[in-house]
């Protein structure tokens, strides 16, 4: 399972780094991906970070920035220059010959 951090609450055009923890497995051969559910709207992919690359959402790209530790088996998403429409839950998954979700964390931007 993957373990993220509770709800935060940040201002508009602040940063924030989300960070999620794999126990029981290595993620090392896992493609890692955050993803965002925002109110009224679908859950949607926001990074992800395979072997060798990177990518993101165009709603993000720019401001948003994933990486992935496989010694410690983390996957943080940095995130910055926050705005209101940023808000929702955020889950960090991993995808590989399993998929594994973690609980969500919900991220409030402020105006």
């Known amino acids: 399972q993957l373990v993220q951090p509770g709800g935060v609450l940040v201002q508009s055009g602040g940063s924030l780094r989300l960070s999620c923890v794999s126990s029981?497995?290595?993620?090392?051969?896992?493609?890692m991906m955050w993803f965002r559910q925002s109110p009224g709207k679908e859950r949607e992919l926001v990074a992800r970070?395979?072997?060798?690359?990177?990518d993101y959402a165009d709603s993000v790209k720019g401001r948003f920035s994933i990486s992935r530790d496989n010694v410690k088996n983390t996957a943080d998403l940095q995130m910055n220059e926050l705005k209101p429409e940023d808000t929702g839950v955020y889950y960090c998954?991993?995808?590989?010959?399993?998929?594994?979700w973690g609980q969500g964390t919900q991220v409030t931007v402020s105006s």
């Open positions: 970070a395979s072997f060798e690359s990177t």
């Open positions: 998954a991993a995808r590989w010959l399993k998929e594994y």
């Open positions: 029981g497995f290595a993620i090392s051969p896992y493609t």
